[in-house]
């Protein structure tokens, strides 16, 4: 199996796992992480309510949460659905930070 095949299983894999969250630093970018997060670099899709869609990509993942670079510094709402085409990814997740055209969200 190749390194793409492996990475597809693993954010399945993810996708399925627990949805407990990550903890934000009030005021602070310090973020306490709950589990591993691995390299990705998937591109994908926030969308949110209204029909707004954003493009991004996803940086990193965890069986937690992403981080996502976004098209733009676009706020995003308190929560919004990821979409990762690629791989058949589609989850709701909330926003626990944004700064400019990052953000970490946590599976819902």
């Avoid at 993942?61 to 791989?87: H, N, W």
């Amino acid at each position: 199996m190749g390194f793409g095949q492996r990475l597809d299983a693993r954010l399945s894999a993810l996708s399925k796992a627990s949805t407990a969250g990550s903890a934000t630093s009030a005021g602070s970018k310090k973020r306490v992480q709950r589990s591993e997060r691995r390299s990705t670099y998937k591109v994908g899709k926030v969308r949110y309510d209204g029909g707004g869609d954003l493009a991004c990509v996803v940086q990193d993942m965890s069986e937690t949460g992403v981080k996502v670079k976004l098209q733009g510094a676009y706020p995003l709402p308190p929560k919004v659905l990821l979409v990762i085409g690629e791989i058949g990814f589609k989850r709701m997740c909330d926003v626990r930070w944004q700064d400019n055209d990052e953000a970490g969200l946590s599976f819902a």
